[in-house]
C-alpha cells in the first residue's frame, strides 16, 4: 500500500464511516465488501457495467447484502447483550419504511427471512403498502401517526389476516375511534400508547423527542387512556409502550438518561395493572456520517453493542428492582438499516479554478490602486501572516467600492483581485496548519480559493438533507487515489440556486469547509460518489429545477469479489418531471411544431429540428454522464 493510498484513507476517514463495507484498495480505487470478511468490488466495475447495460451517470447503487448484514449486525448486537446481561425477554428489529419506502429497499430487507422483520406504517399509505407487502408470512406491524376511521379499520383487517398488528395511540381521539371500530368487526385489537418523553436528546434532531414532540401523550393523558380502557373492559388490550427517544443520537448518555424515564412509565403502568409486555424505543440509533465517534450532529459515540446494551441493562436493573416482567424489547433503527447501502455516483462536469500567477512587476504605468494593494504588501512581508492578509482584504474592499463608484475601471478591478488572490496563495504557503491561529487563517483561504467542483447532479433531489439541515455525507472520488489530493473543493450541482452546494464535508478529526481532491484532468477523469444516502434522502428529494430521480439499480455481491446488476430501473425523463408539473407533453410537442413551421427555415431543418426536440423530451433530466469512469 503507498503512502498516498494510507494518507488518503485517513482524509477521507473511509475505514471508520464506511464499517468495513468500503476501502481503497491497491490499485487506488473504492471498492466494495458485502461484509468486512468479503472480497471487495470496485465501484467503477459495477459503474462500467451499468454503463454497459444502458444506464448512465448520475446512479444510485443499491447493495441489498449490505442491508442484510446492517440487519443481522444489529440482531446480534441485541442478541449478545441480552446474553451478557441475562435478559430473558426478546428482541423485535421493526423497520419504519418512512426511512426508504422503495420497494426495492423493502422487498431487500424482508429476504432476510430468518429475523422476521417488522414493520412500521406512519400514513394510510404506507399502512397500505406494508399490509401487501407482508403476504406470505404472519408479521409484526406498528401503526403510527395521525389515524382515522379507514386507517383503523384497514389495521384491524390486517389483524384478522393474521399479523400482530399494534395500534399506537398518538392522540387521546384515537382511542374512541379504536373502540368502536374493533367492536363492528368483532376483532380484539392490540393498543400501543405513545409516550411523548420529557427527555431531550441534543442535536440536529431534538425536537423529535421531548416536550416539543410533535407526536405522544403526556402523564396525564396516558392516565385518561387507561382509565378509559378500564370503563370498556379492554385495559388487557394495552399491551405496548411506544416511546421514540429521538432521531440520530449522537451521545450515549443520553440513551441511558432517556431509558430510565421509560423504565419509570413502565414500572407506573404496571402499578397501574396495565398489562404492558413489549417496550418500543422507537428510532434514534445513530450512523456515523463523520467518522469520527465524536458526540456531534453526524457522528455517534457509541457502536451498535453498547446502544443495546444501555437499552437492556437499564431496562433489566429496574425490573429487577421492582420484581416485574422484563419486557420483550422493539428497536425502529431504520436508519442504521439502510443508510450504508446505497451510493450515489456522479460525474465531474466543470471545475472552475482560480488562475494562478506571480505577482507582476510594478512600472511606473501602472494604477494607484494596484500599486497601494502591492506596495502594502511589500511593506507588510516581514509581518504575521494574519496581518498581511488582513491588510489585502482592506484594500480589495476599498478598490471594489471604488469600482462601484466609478473611480477605476473593469480591467483595474480585475487586476487587483488578481493580485489579491497571489497574494492568499503566497501567504497559505506559509501557513503551520498545527498552529491554532494559523489554522483559522488557513481554513478560510481554503475556502476562498477552493476550486469550484460542478457535479450532474441535484443535491436538492438526490441529497436534500445536506442543503437542508447541512448533514454531512461521507464524498471522495471511486478512483486516483493513489494520487495526493491536493484541490480543495466546494461541490456544486446543475441547479439555479445558490443552496445547490455542499457545505461540510467529513474530514479526519472534524467536519471542513473544502473537500480535498486529486487534480482534475478532463482527459483521465474520475467520478464522485456520496455515500450512506440510504436514510431519508431518496423519499425526500424534490423536483427543485425540474431534476428527476437518477438512475438506479441492485447490486448481488459475492464473497469471492464478483457481482451481478439487477433491477435496472431507468431515471426520469423531461417528460416524466414535466407530467409531475401537469404539463401535457403532446401540446408541447405541437407547440414546438406550430412555431418551428412560422419560421423562414426550410421544411427539412424543421423536421430536424422538430426531431431534436421530440429526443430532448424524452431523455434524462441530468447531462450526458457517459464519458468518466
Given amino acids: 500500500m503507498t503512502d498516498n493510498i ?14 468495513g463495507y468500503f476501502k481503497i484498495n491497491s490499485a487506488g480505487c473504492i471498492e ?21 447495460a444502458g444506464l448512465e451517470l448520475p446512479i444510485l447503487i443499491r447493495f441489498t447484502d449490505i442491508l442484510h448484514d446492517r440487519m443481522n449486525t444489529l440482531f446480534l448486537a441485541f442478541s449478545e447483550s441480552m446474553s451478557e446481561l441475562g435478559y430473558k425477554a426478546n428482541y423485535q428489529l421493526v423497520y419504519p419504511i418512512k ?17 422476521n422483520l417488522g414493520l412500521e406504517a406512519g400514513s394510510k399509505p404506507e399502512l397500505m403498502a406494508v399490509i401487501g407487502l407482508l403476504d406470505d408470512k404472519s408479521a409484526t406491524i406498528i401503526c403510527n401517526g395521525y389515524k382515522d376511521r379507514s386507517y383503523i379499520r384497514a389495521a384491524l383487517i390486517a389483524k384478522l389476516m393474521g399479523h400482530k398488528v399494534f395500534l399506537i395511540i398518538e392522540k387521546l381521539s384515537e382511542l374512541d375511534l379504536i373502540l368502536q371500530e374493533a367492536n363492528s368487526l368483532n376483532v380484539e385489537p392490540l393498543i400501543g400508547l405513545r409516550i411523548r418523553l420529557t427527555t431531550v436528546c441534543a442535536g440536529k434532531w431534538e425536537n423529535t423527542g421531548g416536550e416539543k414532540s410533535k407526536f405522544g401523550l403526556n402523564a396525564e393523558q396516558v392516565i ?33 438518561k432517556c431509558m430510565q424515564e421509560v423504565g419509570r412509565y413502565y414500572t407506573e403502568l404496571h402499578r397501574l395493572n396495565v398489562p404492558i409486555k413489549t417496550v418500543d424505543v422507537g428510532g434514534g440509533l445513530g450512523v456515523d ?24 441493562l437499564e431496562l433489566r436493573d429496574l425490573c429487577s428492582s421492582h420484581n416485574l416482567p422484563e419486557p420483550d424489547i422493539i428497536s425502529e433503527s431504520g436508519r442504521a438499516l439502510t443508510a450504508h447501502h446505497a451510493v450515489l455516483i456522479t460525474n465531474i462536469t466543470d471545475i472552475e479554478q482560480i488562475k494562478v500567477s506571480s505577482i507582476p512587476r510594478m512600472g511606473s504605468d501602472v494604477s494607484l490602486v494596484l500599486r497601494e494593494i502591492y506596495d502594502n504588501y511589500q511593506v507588510m512581508l516581514d509581518n504575521a501572516p494574519l496581518e498581511i492578509y488582513n491588510s489585502a482584504e482592506i484594500t480589495l474592499r476599498e478598490a471594489q467600492d471604488k469600482f462601484n ?6 480591467a483595474e478591478k480585475a487586476e487587483v483581485e488578481q493580485v489579491f488572490t497571489t497574494i492568499c496563495l503566497d501567504i497559505k504557503h506559509r501557513l503551520d496548519d ?3 491561529q494559523d489554522a483559522k487563517i488557513l481554513e478560510d483561504l481554503n475556502k476562498r480559493l477552493a476550486a469550484k467542483v460542478f457535479c450532474n447532479l441535484s443535491f436538492f433531489q438526490s441529497l436534500p438533507d445536506a442543503w437542508a439541515i447541512d448533514q454531512v455525507f461521507p464524498i471522495t472520488p471511486i478512483s486516483q487515489l493513489k494520487n495526493a489530493p491536493t484541490m480543495h473543493s466546494i461541490l456544486q450541482d446543475l441547479t439555479c440556486d445558490s443552496d445547490g452546494t455542499i457545505d461540510w464535508y467529513p474530514g479526519d478529526v472534524s467536519v471542513n469547509q473544502t473537500l480535498l481532491l486529486p487534480e482534475f484532468n478532463p482527459k483521465n477523469p474520475y467520478n464522485i460518489a456520496f455515500f450512506l444516502v440510504g436514510a431519508y434522502q431518496e423519499i425526500l428529494g424534490n423536483l427543485h429545477n425540474l431534476f428527476g430521480d437518477t438512475n438506479s439499480l441492485e447490486v448481488k455481491l459475492t464473497n469471492d469479489g464478483d457481482f451481478s446488476i439487477c ?42 429540428y422538430l426531431d431534436e426536440l421530440r429526443c430532448i423530451i424524452m431523455k434524462s433530466t441530468y447531462l450526458n454522464g457517459k464519458k468518466a469512469i
Wanted: hydrophobic share 35%; with cysteine; proline share 1%.
Fill in 6 to 19: 494510507a494518507d488518503n484513507e485517513n482524509l477521507y476517514n473511509i475505514n471508520s464511516w464506511g464499517e
Fill in 32 to 52: 466494495v465488501s458485502k461484509c468486512t470478511e468479503s472480497k471487495g468490488v470496485e465501484l467503477k466495475s459495477i459503474i462500467l457495467a451499468a454503463n454497459q
Fill in 99 to 115: 426511512v426508504n419506502q422503495e420497494y426495492c429497499v423493502l422487498q431487500g430487507l424482508l429476504e432476510a427471512k430468518e429475523h
Fill in 224 to 256: 385518561a387512556v387507561v382509565e378509559q380502557l378500564k370503563e370498556h373492559n379492554r385495559l388487557d388490550c394495552l399491551q405496548l409502550m411506544h416511546c421514540h427517544l429521538g432521531s440520530q443520537i449522537a451521545e450515549i448518555q443520553d440513551i441511558r
Fill in 289 to 312: 456520517y463523520e467518522g469520527i465517534r465524536a458526540n456531534t450532529g453526524c457522528s455517534m459515540n457509541y457502536s451498535l453493542k453498547e446502544y443495546a446494551s444501555h437499552i437492556i
Fill in 405 to 410: 463608484h466609478g473611480i477605476i475601471s473593469l
Fill in 434 to 436: 498545527n498552529n491554532p
Fill in 567 to 608: 433491477n435496472l430501473q431507468k431515471g426520469d425523463t423531461v417528460t416524466d418531471v414535466l407530467g409531475f408539473a401537469h404539463f401535457d407533453t403532446k401540446k408541447l410537442l405541437l407547440s414546438y411544431e406550430r412555431q418551428l413551421n412560422k419560421t423562414q427555415l426550410e421544411s427539412g431543418k424543421v423536421n430536424d
